[in-house]
């Protein structure tokens, strides 16, 4: 069983930054395909970001790309999201995701697609 669990999150000025992680034990992290989701008060959770196995592929939604940077390390067991530029419309719960299995070049990008979910870290942009 995959545990992940995310840190990072907290509350931050419009145009600042914030740098969330998220852990994972058990499994072969290597072997995962990683994301980022997020839920917005009063919205469904959407897809963020995702990361293939090596990290050498990653893809963004369109609202975030140019400002946020999804990465991992492998030998950590850790994925990572940089957040630059923060907008009030970036407020939200934000999810690790992992995948299992697949292929190395898989993209995630659709919750029915998810394996494991983290508990979920909240996010804050104060305008």
């Known amino acids: 069983q995959v545990q992940l669990v995310e840190s990072g999150g907290g509350f931050v000025q419009e145009g600042g930054s914030l740098r969330l992680s998220c852990a994972a034990s058990?499994?072969?992290?290597?072997?995962?395909?990683m994301g980022w989701f997020r839920q917005a008060p009063g919205k469904e959770r959407e897809f963020v970001t995702s990361?293939?196995?090596?990290?050498?592929?990653?893809y963004y939604t369109n609202t975030v790309r140019g400002r946020f940077t999804i990465s991992r390390d492998n030998a950590k067991n850790t994925v990572y999201l940089q957040m630059n530029s923060l907008k009030p419309e970036d407020t939200a719960v934000y999810y690790c995701?992992?995948?299992?299995?697949?292929?190395?070049?898989?993209?995630?990008?659709?919750?029915?697609?998810?394996?494991?979910w983290g508990q979920g870290t909240q996010v804050t942009v104060s305008s």
């Open positions: 058990g499994g072969t992290f290597s072997r995962y395909t």
């Open positions: 990361i293939t196995w090596s990290g050498d592929s990653t």
């Open positions: 995701a992992a995948k299992k299995g697949g292929t190395p070049y898989y993209i995630l990008r659709y919750e029915f697609d998810v394996d494991y």
